[in-house]
């Protein structure tokens, strides 16, 4: 049981490129999201997902852009990086709710130059 | 939307002491709180949560209370070891599908020898 999977690690990127993060769970969660971590400030909500189909924005949406074709994967899409962008990012998926998320994944860590 | 303050944002103190971190949110319809402690380098893993309905919980080392009046809980660690040092978030949200989890921005806890 892997739990909520992140790919890349790490990336580095030049302003204007674009690129996806991607994030797999299998526990068969109805409830993903993506965070993103800066120092300081804690996690913010950039989307959110409640089910195959179904997105919404969070609280720093703009720039990036999801998709949620199956049950198990949300992936995360960013259209023109920015420096702005440079941040840690975490997937998480819960049960029970967008906000009440049970499991993180190992984050991936990106720069944008 | 909802508002989540964490203090202090760093604490030291001495093993085997213990340690309290506090937290207020904003918005009185808020009914879970969860805790989330965060190693260096590593994934935010949820340690304990409270929902309104109760006043405290414990889980061995850890306890979290919850006063519903004055909009403030708080993180408990007795007998404080050097491998609870890390960052400790505290959160917020109304539980049902997409309402989201507002994070504070952090307490750094250093455990000394």
């Known amino acids: 049981n892997a739990g909520v999977t992140q790919t890349p690690k790490f990336q580095v990127l030049k302003t204007g490129q674009s690129m996806t993060l991607q994030c797999a769970q299998d526990?068969?969660?109805?409830?993903m999201s993506w965070y993103r971590q800066d120092p300081g400030m804690g996690l913010r909500l950039i989307h959110y997902?409640?089910?195959?189909?179904?997105?919404d924005q969070g609280e720093v949406p703009n720039g990036y852009n999801v998709s949620r074709s199956t049950t198990e994967d949300f992936p995360l899409r960013l259209l023109s990086a920015a420096p702005s962008q440079t941040s840690v990012y975490f997937c998480?998926?819960?049960?029970?709710?967008?906000?009440?998320?049970?499991?993180f994944g190992d984050g991936t860590r990106l720069s944008i130059l | 939307g909802e508002n989540v303050e964490q203090h202090p944002s760093t604490l030291s103190v001495q093993e085997g002491d213990s340690a309290v971190i506090k937290c207020t949110y904003s918005?009185?319809?808020?009914?879970?709180f969860p805790w989330y402690k965060q190693e260096l380098g590593k994934r935010p893993q949820l340690i304990i949560d409270?929902?309104?309905?109760?006043g405290e919980k414990k889980d061995q080392r850890i306890a979290v209370t919850l006063n519903k009046t004055a909009k403030h809980f708080s993180l408990h660690i007795t007998e404080t070891q050097p491998e609870d040092s890390a960052v400790y978030f505290c959160?917020?949200?109304?539980?049902?599908?997409?309402?989201?989890?507002?994070f504070g921005t952090g307490t750094q806890l250093k455990v000394e020898l």
């Open positions: 998480a998926s819960s049960y029970s709710g967008v906000g009440q998320p049970q499991h």
């Open positions: 526990m068969n969660h109805e409830y």
């Open positions: 997902s409640v089910g195959a189909g179904i997105t």
């Open positions: 918005d009185s319809a808020s009914n879970y």
């Open positions: 409270i929902r309104s309905n109760v």
């Open positions: 959160a917020a949200s109304i539980t049902g599908g997409g309402n989201k989890l507002t």
